[in-house]
């Protein structure tokens, strides 16, 4: 019997998952469709429900429901758990298994774009729900430094409160962070600031930046944000997010199938749709 996959979420009609995965499913001769289906508000639970009930072999979850989905689900990864929020969900036998595939789905895109750097000291900009899945796992590949900047401070201060990390990690204000940018070696954008349809300026000042600094955004729809851009104009190596869209949908298919996925056939499914 075909098995079905989904993504949920609010809104959902622009997400380029579908394709990504069902292209996959054809290549690889996997008997299975991939839906996006929008899930109104205060209608989660009986959403998850409605699909263990049809034994919906996998799902993923988006915006906003990653952390309202904890609850509703049988067994957390333990880095998911961290992290505070399920981005692909797996039907084992019935029970709903909860993993994030976000931020060891960065980690694999900075792998790929910034390959030569080992050890680096490294800046997060923002402390909202992406910024947390990068951060614990970023923790764990041994950075010489983690820190956090955010334009309300105190959420910065309460992550790096929260988080009982093994490496050395300080909140800074978005000045201070523009003051020390030199100090990093790797500097991530993760606020949605400059997402399209949206435009928007950098959230840190970067008339400070050298050359040696490498800039990593999370968005990739526009290809280049306001960050990116002045980060490139002076001189740095930049990367934008969508190796992250990419691995962390490349991690997903591979929980739900076994497969480690093309991961550049899913890079141009994803070029094509956004044209
Ligand atoms: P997500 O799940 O996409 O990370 P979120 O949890 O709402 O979304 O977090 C949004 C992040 O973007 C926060 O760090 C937010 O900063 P505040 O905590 O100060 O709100 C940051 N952000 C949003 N708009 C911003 C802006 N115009 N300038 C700077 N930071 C902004």
Redesign the pocket.
């Known amino acids: 019997m075909k098995k079905l996959f989904g993504v949920i979420g609010n809104p959902i009609g622009h997400s380029l998952s579908p394709h990504m995965h069902n292209d996959l499913f054809s290549l690889y001769g996997i008997d299975a469709h991939y839906h996006p289906f929008l899930v109104e508000k205060g209608r989660l639970a009986e959403a998850v429900t409605g699909l263990k009930a049809i034994g919906a072999a996998g799902f993923n979850v988006t915006?906003p429901y990653?952390t309202e989905i904890i609850p509703l689900l049988d067994w957390i990864d333990p880095l998911a758990k961290e992290i505070g929020a399920v981005n692909t969900v797996v039907n084992r036998d019935g029970l709903l298994a909860g993993y994030n595939t976000d931020g060891p789905g960065f980690l694999k895109s900075l792998e790929e774009g910034f390959p030569q750097l080992d050890n680096p000291a490294m800046l997060v900009i923002?402390?909202?729900?992406?910024?947390r899945a990068i951060y614990f796992t970023l923790e764990k590949t041994g950075p010489l430094v983690l820190d956090i900047c955010?334009?309300?401070l105190s959420?910065a201060e309460s992550l790096v409160g929260e988080s009982q990390l093994s490496v050395p990690s300080r909140a800074l204000s978005?000045e201070e962070a523009a003051e020390r940018i030199n100090e990093y070696d790797i500097v991530i954008q993760?606020?949605?600031?400059g997402m399209h349809p949206e435009t928007?300026e950098s959230?840190i000042g970067l008339h400070n930046l050298n050359k040696k600094v490498h800039a990593a955004d999370i968005i990739y729809n526009p290809a280049e944000t306001e960050f990116l851009k002045q980060a490139r104009k002076r001189g740095a190596k930049t990367l934008n997010g969508l190796g992250m869209f990419v691995h962390q949908g490349a991690l997903a298919f591979e929980l739900w199938t076994g497969i480690k996925p093309d991961a550049d056939r899913m890079r141009e499914t994803v070029l094509k749709q956004l044209g």
């Open positions: 915006i990653k923002g402390a909202g729900g992406a910024a955010n334009r309300s959420k978005a993760t606020t949605s600031v928007g959230p």
